[in-house]
């Protein structure tokens, strides 16, 4: 039966709770969200430590309103006062959930220095064990898996799910509703999520940085919105105009940033416009600088001003 489905005669209970998505980097947590709720709300790479702030999901049904929360991947050592305050976004997942997902990525190695075991040891919320990527193993490696988890972390439940795929989500999803409690809406029924759309387009950014740019490049990057502004065209079309800043740490990633004679920062402003424009449905100007603020990562500051404490 689907999520949505009722049975004949039977009155249903409106359900609603906080499901928290966990897991070490790259597990694939955000294409994880994206599938649950239906829209694009976590910007996705191949990079690790892409995601690097809490991000909310809400999923509503007829009978139900879930809450899905994106965290950033849990980094074992902090090299920067960014990755803790990003371990910090996941360990409060702790104190607010209904649910915990725990998302593993079945290709990963099965490590005891795992950091999230120690940082789940002793909580009080359900843990259901997502298995991820089961397109690209042997149905053993799912058996396997599970058992090593469950000896080590007081698991409910699992699910072996392909996230990229949509394989088994809606399974998932008919798991994920058996421990929601009973209760009214936290949001309106057509509210997707409580962040502001100037976030969603610094993370878009944000994106076209990590998927046109190597090495340290995007992990230094940080980007932060100047003015977003609405307006009508002369023809009569809306239109965002937007100034965005593009923050580095050194003065040699500037010119990484721009390339020769412009040509890089260029070619990054065309694909953002055009991943914003398909975002926000409008027409959009968009206007890129690039800055460098020494040690950013590392600046109390900075941090705050970038939405990180």
């Not at 709300?41 to 191949?46: A, D, K, L, V």
């Not at 079945?106 to 919320?125: D, F, Q, R, Y």
């Not at 009214?184 to 962040?195: E, G, H, K, N, W």
């Not at 603020?293 to 705050?304: G, I």
């Amino acid at each position: 039966m689907a999520a949505t489905e009722i049975p004949e005669g039977q009155i249903v209970p409106f359900r609603s709770g906080f499901v928290n998505i966990i897991g070490r980097p790259n597990a694939g947590k955000s294409t994880l969200m994206n599938a649950l709720v239906g829209e694009r709300m976590s910007i996705i790479t191949h990079k690790p430590q892409t995601t690097r702030h809490r991000i909310i999901g809400i999923l509503t049904g007829e009978h139900f309103q879930l809450v899905f929360s994106d965290t950033p991947g849990y980094v074992h050592d902090p090299s920067y006062k960014m990755h803790q305050a990003m371990n910090r976004f996941v360990e409060s997942t702790k104190e607010d959930a209904d649910l915990l997902l725990l998302v593993f990525d079945l290709t990963e190695e099965l490590e005891e220095t795992n950091p999230v075991l120690h940082m789940l040891a002793g909580t009080e919320a359900p843990i259901l064990l997502v298995l991820n990527k089961i397109d690209l193993v042997q149905p053993q490696r799912v058996e396997d898996t599970y058992n090593w988890w469950r000896k080590r972390l007081k698991i409910s439940d699992f699910v072996a799910i392909s996230a990229l795929k949509s394989e088994h989500t809606a399974e998932l999803l008919e798991k994920i509703l058996t421990y929601i409690p009973e209760g009214p809406a936290y949001y309106p029924t057509d509210q997707l999520t409580d962040r502001p759309e100037r976030f969603f387009v610094s993370e878009i950014i944000r994106e076209k940085i990590f998927l046109r740019y190597s090495d340290e490049v995007p992990y230094s990057c940080e980007v932060g919105i100047e003015s977003f502004q609405e307006a009508t065209t002369t023809k009569g079309e809306a239109i965002a105009r937007i100034r965005a800043t593009i923050f580095v740490i050194r003065e040699s990633q500037k010119g990484i940033m721009l390339g020769k004679n412009g040509s890089a920062i260029k070619n990054l402003g065309i694909a953002a416009r055009l991943a914003i424009e398909e975002f926000l449905q409008m027409k959009v100007h968009l206007e890129l600088t690039v800055k460098v603020r020494d040690n950013w990562r590392d600046d109390d500051r900075a941090l705050q001003q970038f939405g990180y404490e």
